[in-house]
Nanobody
């Protein structure tokens, strides 16, 4: 059974920092690319950051220079370090593990989300 469990969300003041974690089980973690998404009330889900199985990273323009995604394959964990937080960063944050399988096509596994609230 595949599980992704996010943690680390909470309430923080504008300018503060949080580190989100996503722990995966039931998959060969090192072979998956990992994405962090967020969804604010009334808005579409937004891709925030990606880290590939090889360690390459990519970020949405809105978080470049403030957020850092990293992974620890030995711990089956991906992190999202969020600095200089703004009220606009308020959302539920989700991690997604995905890969392209030869026969099955794209495989996606989602966590349940963790709430991040940034007060002004």
């Amino acid at each position: 059974q595949v599980q992704l469990v996010e943690s680390g969300g909470g309430l923080v003041q504008s300018g503060g920092s949080l580190r989100l974690s996503c722990v995966a089980s039931g998959i060969i973690f090192s072979t998956y690319d990992i994405e962090w998404y967020r969804q604010a009330p009334g808005k579409q889900r937004e891709l925030v950051a990606t880290i590939t199985s090889g360690g390459s990273t990519n970020y949405a323009d809105s978080v470049k220079g403030r957020f850092t995604i990293s992974r620890d394959n030995a711990r089956n964990t991906v992190y999202l370090q969020m600095n200089s937080l703004k009220p606009d960063d308020t959302a539920v944050y989700y991690c997604n593990a995905y890969k392209i399988a030869a026969i099955a096509g794209r495989l996606d596994y989602w966590g349940q989300g963790t709430q991040v609230t940034v007060s002004s």
